[in-house]
Nanobody, 119 residues
């Protein structure tokens, strides 16, 4: 079993920055890809960013490219999402998810952390 706990959300103004953290326990953190999703009110959950087990490969959805950076510290079993130049449309609950099997099944999820960006 893998447990994931997010932190770092909050209320900020447009143009501000936040860094989300997701601490993992259980399993072998350094062996699987990690992901950040978000879900805004009334919208479907969407994949924001992915980082490979080694940290060597990343993916970003177009709307966050150049503003968000995903990183991981395998020694600390933690994945981060640095969010710069935040926009009101980034407002959502952000979740981290572990892709244990490498097939995009996202077997484990955190409880989510709220990010609210005011204009």
């Amino acid at each position: 079993q893998v447990q994931l706990v997010e932190s770092g959300g909050g209320l900020v103004q447009a143009g501000d920055s936040l860094r989300l953290s997701c601490a993992a326990s259980g399993g072998t953190f350094s062996s699987y890809a990690m992901n950040w999703f978000r879900q805004a009110p009334g919208k479907e959950r969407e994949l924001v960013a992915t980082i490979a087990w080694s940290g060597g490969g990343t993916y970003y959805r177009d709307s966050v490219k150049g503003r968000f950076t995903i990183a991981r510290d395998n020694a600390k079993n933690t994945v981060y999402l640095q969010m710069n130049d935040l926009k009101p449309e980034d407002t959502a609950v952000y979740y981290c998810a572990a892709d244990i099997g490498g097939k995009g099944l996202y077997e484990y999820w955190g409880q989510g952390t709220q990010v609210t960006v005011s204009s």
